[in-house]
Structures are given as C-alpha cells and as structure tokens.
C-alpha cells in the first residue's frame, strides 16, 4: 500500500525559529505528509547514504533508538520537542526497551497510536529488497502517506537541520529546501535556555578538546581525557544539574547559532534557486496567511482558504520576537558581536533589526 509522492521538501534551519508550531500547521493540511524531527532521529550510515539496503537493514535504522535522546529521557532532561516519553502507556520505554528512532517524534505526530502504525509498517518495509537508501526513503514516505490518508507532498521538518543540507541535496537531487531563520540574538537565547542546545554545545566541545570530526571518531582514550563534568554525559545516565545549571555564557550561543547559519547557507547556495526558498520567522508572524500561501506554492500543494486560516491562527506571535531586546545591554552587545557573522550570511542589516 503506497501512495505517489507528487514532491518532497525539506524544511530546514538552526531550530528555535518556530519549526515545530510549523511541522503542526503542514499537519493540518489534507495534501501534506508532514514528517516532523525524522532525521532527527536517524543515526547517519546506512540510511543516509548512497549504499544498497535492504528492507530489514532499512528496518532497523528506522527503529533503533537513539541512545543520546534516550540518556536524556532517562537522565530527566528530555527535549521539549520529544512525544512519545509523555505517554508512559505506550510500549517502549527509554529505561528498558529504547524508543525506536521513527516513534519519538515522527510517528506520535501523525497518530495517537503509533505503536500500531509501528506495528503495520514493520512487515511492510521488511518485505522490501536491497536498493539505494534513497530509493528506500521515497517507498516509505508513499507507504505513511497512504496509511494516513493519500498525501501526496512530503514535507520533513527538523529544527537543528542546517548542517544536513549537503547530504540530503545529494541524495534527494529533486528535493526542495526551505529555509526557516531567525533574528540572530533572538534564536542564540532561546538556544541557551534550552536543554537540546545546551547539550548540543557540550557535545561540540567535547569534539574539539579530542581533536576528531565526530563522536564516530571518539575513542575510550579520548573519554578519559574529558574533565568529569563532560565526560559524565556520555554515560547511561547523568545529573541532569550538569546540563540544566551549568553556567553557559550567552555570547556561546551566538556564536553557535553564526556557525550553523555560516556553514548551511553555503550548503543551500549549491541548491539550484528554483528548488530553494526562505522564510523568516519575523515575516511569519507578522504576514501568517500570505507566507503560508507562498509555502504551500513552493511545496505544490493547494492554499487552501480554511488551512490557511487555521494556520494563521497558530501562528499568533505575540510576546515571541524580539526577546533579546530586554537582555541588560552589555549582554545584548556581546550576543549581538558574536551573531554578526551569522547575520551577514543572512543578508541581514542593522537596520532590519
């Protein structure tokens, strides 16, 4: 049981710029198979990769769990963008099974039991023979938006995305990008008072005091080099005190938000201009209906009159932008130092603050 996918679009950008309230209005429209944090989830090679795979191979990348997010749920630091830990009814459990990669956010976004939908798809893509992980993903894509209803554009949103671009243009050489920014202080302040990025900074510099590219490339040798207080992380559980209290200067996460827009919009300048649009999360405040009508052209599906008013009511902006204003105003100078390189590969002035 497939359905065509007519397009496959790739939303993309640092996150903490509204991608999730966005992931919930595409949800809302009938023609949209809205894959919310997938490749979030999906842990590199051989999913994300040129190689043949075969249905079971394909079957165990989708479902084996991310250990990172299960340390999380486990350690009581759980994403706020994770869904299915919320519902201790349901069958996995972070403390004893894992949660399988497609059922922490994917699935629970699509079906108040994703544990069946698990269920009926498992034979399914088991059944599959050895192809090109691509070839793979497009047949899974047509096989959940037949079980949810015919939808014929996919739509996939993660919110730390950006530097993903270059693999996912290579292997999806159709696939439209759109890019979801936001103002520079704004975002670097919502990143630091959330625990996702304040782990993804910890990690990162876990990277550079080892000197290696990837955690594929971390050793033990290289754990016991690590001071205790970062080291501790990668254990199967850990204080959570040592993410969530742990003072993190601001400036940090200005200048980790100017490295992931630098790096991703150089990616996306390789994207043919066609198949590549932005979107500001300012002007999706401030112009709802008529940004979402622009994205729903973008992505071939229909402005439906009745989605774009629901959506536009979901996108109610109020007390949402201009956060970094209200910061003292040596911090907000420091921040906005350490976001400028991000800002001028935006195109971003001064002036349009």
């Given at each position: 049981m497939r359905t065509a996918i007519k397009t496959l679009t790739f939303v993309v950008g640092t996150g903490r710029s509204g991608s999730t309230v966005l992931s919930k209005v595409l949800r809302r429209h009938p023609e949209v198979l809205s894959l919310n944090e997938l490749f979030a989830c999906i842990d590199g090679e051989p999913a994300l990769s040129e190689q043949p795979v075969s249905g079971p191979e394909f079957w165990r990348c989708l479902t084996a769990p991310m250990e990172i997010f299960d340390r999380m749920v486990r350690s009581g630091t759980p994403l706020p963008e994770f869904l299915y830990n919320r519902h201790p009814e349901w069958r996995y459990s972070a403390e004893t099974t894992g949660i399988p990669a497609v059922s922490m956010m994917a699935l629970p976004h699509l079906t108040d039991d994703p544990d069946a939908l698990l269920d009926a798809l498992e034979p399914e893509v088991n059944g599959w023979p050895a192809r090109p992980a691509p070839q793979q993903w497009e047949a899974f894509f047509g096989t959940l938006a037949a079980r949810i209803g015919g939808?014929?554009?996919?739509?996939?949103?993660?919110?730390y995305s950006l530097h993903r671009v270059k693999v996912l243009h290579e292997l999806f050489p159709d696939a439209r990008f759109v890019h979801l920014h936001r103002n520079g202080p704004d975002c670097a302040l919502s990143m630091s008072r959330h625990n996702g990025y304040r782990m993804i900074s910890l990690l990162r510099e876990m990277l550079r005091r080892s000197g290696v590219a990837s955690f594929s490339e971390l050793t033990g040798d290289h754990v016991k080099e690590l001071p205790d207080d970062l080291s501790e992380l990668l254990g199967t559980q850990f204080d959570p005190a040592l993410v969530l209290e742990r003072e993190m200067p601001l400036p940090g996460f200005g200048s980790l938000w100017s490295e992931i827009i630098t790096e991703g919009v150089a990616h996306l300048a390789a994207v043919p201009e066609e198949q590549r649009m932005t979107l500001s999360y300012e002007q999706l405040l401030d112009a709802p209906r008529q940004e979402l009508a622009r994205l729903a052209g973008f992505i071939g599906v229909q402005p439906l009159s009745e989605w774009l008013e629901e959506g536009g009511s979901m996108l109610d902006g109020?007390?949402?932008?201009?956060s970094s204003l209200r910061l003292p105003q040596d911090e907000l100078?420091?921040?906005?130092?350490?976001?400028?390189a991000g800002e001028r590969a935006l195109g971003v002035t001064a002036a349009a603050r």
């Open positions: 939808r014929e554009a996919a739509v996939e949103r993660s919110g109020t007390g949402r932008r201009g100078d420091a921040l906005r130092v350490n976001c400028a």
